[in-house]
């Protein structure tokens, strides 16, 4: 391997389904960062450690930039001429962009309304044709599958198999910056391709090995859109966290198949604890995720709360999504954050001091 790096295709192309590195569409994406949990951690009462995987900082701000670089190259080897997704606003952010890269036309279809406004920012930019359906996530994606098989336009949803394919090297970045797989890996799971692709990950590193022990996977889900905890689909989701306000899960066998070869489990969480918790990785750590996010994180703290994750347990967490994806969501929150003064030195410092002598 190079020095330098590039992109995520080119390092583990051993891993991975693709032979024609000229075709590759590439944005630079992978080689996220692994950070140790400071703040948060220090406050629990057992001492645990937790790594969240940044994956906000792929090049569209999602962990879907991992599939989509390789499902996109393979769309543009089989000659495709457009692709086309269902999104609740990650893939379709991904997908708009690695098809204007590519030269690609790209059709996404988006909820009417649910669809968290950076994203939609960037599929319209990315020059992606936007199509809002008046339904939910869940419809449509099957309205795309309907359409399968139409000649020449490639679906990039993660029932497309390269996108799990690419989506596994988190597991690797993981297991190669820790030296060995952490105890528990916890995600959200909204059509839980995700959790699906990390397992697929580990247990290839296994296979090669390169891993002694796997880790256990815990998928957590919001309260209101928790089909794996319910163990069924569910017609009508709903949370604060759109990005997995999702009824029917795509890769539901996977996903069930993860958790159980694992020994991991499914958790639901409130949409006010996912969004307590959003604010706390933001105000104590520094680390600013989407609420879909942060609920790996808040699932994390109440398992290790009720004993479930034990004392000297390492824990890591996939933060998705850009806290910046979201705006509307972070601004209401923080509603009277904002202070207003007069342009004058004395009325700076008054204001400093009356702050200051708070922490004080
Ligand atoms: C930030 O963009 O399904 O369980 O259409 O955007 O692999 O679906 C997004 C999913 C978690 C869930 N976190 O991952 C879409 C879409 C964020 C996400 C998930 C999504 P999967």
């Known amino acids: 391997m190079s020095s330098h790096y590039h992109h995520l295709i080119q390092r583990y192309r051993k891993y991975l389904p693709v032979r024609q590195m000229h075709s590759v569409v590439s ?35 999602s962990f879907k930039d991992r599939g989509m670089t390789v499902a996109v190259s393979k769309a543009l080897e089989s000659k495709s001429k457009a692709i086309v997704c269902a999104s609740t606003g990650n893939t379709a952010a991904s997908a708009a962009a690695y098809a204007a890269r590519a030269g690609l036309m790209a059709f996404v279809l988006i909820p009417e309304g649910k669809i968290a406004v950076g994203k939609l920012a960037q599929a319209m ?39 799990l394919e690419g989506q596994k090297t988190a597991a690797f970045e993981i297991v190669d910056a820790l030296g060995c797989a952490p105890d528990y890996h916890c995600l959200p799971v909204g059509n839980a391709g995700n959790i699906s692709a990390c397992w697929m990950g580990y247990q290839a590193y296994q296979r090669d090995g390169k891993l002694a022990t796997l880790p256990k996977m815990i998928g957590y889900q919001a309260e ?59 105000a104590q750590e520094g680390i600013f995720c989407e609420p879909a996010s942060a609920i790996s994180v808040a699932g994390v703290l109440r398992d290790i709360h009720r004993g479930k994750i034990p004392a000297g347990s ?3 967490c996939t933060l998705t999504g850009h806290g910046l994806k979201d705006p509307m969501i972070a601004m209401e929150q923080c509603q009277d954050s904002v202070i207003t003064i007069p342009a004058e030195r004395a009325a700076l410092i008054a204001l400093m001091d009356e702050k200051l002598s708070q922490v004080s």
């Open 314 to 316: 390492t824990v890591v």
């Open 27 to 61: 944005l630079g994406e992978g080689n996220t960062p692994l950070i140790k949990l400071g703040n948060i951690a220090r406050q629990l009462n057992k001492q645990v450690d937790i790594y969240v995987k940044y994956e906000a900082l792929n090049p569209t701000g």
């Open 125 to 163: 930019m990315h020059g992606a044709t936007v199509i809002q359906i008046t339904g939910n996530f869940d419809e449509g994606m099957a309205l795309v599958k309907e359409i399968s098989g139409q000649a020449n336009i490639t679906i990039v949803n993660s029932i497309n198999p390269y996108r």
């Open 224 to 282: 209101g859109a928790a089909p794996f905890v319910l163990g069924r689909p569910i017609s009508q989701p709903e949370t604060v966290a759109t990005a997995i306000r999702i009824g029917a899960p795509q890769s539901w066998d996977k996903a069930m198949a993860a958790q159980q070869e694992s020994q991991g489990w499914f958790g639901a969480l409130e949409d006010e604890v996912i969004l307590a918790v959003q604010r706390l990785l933001a």
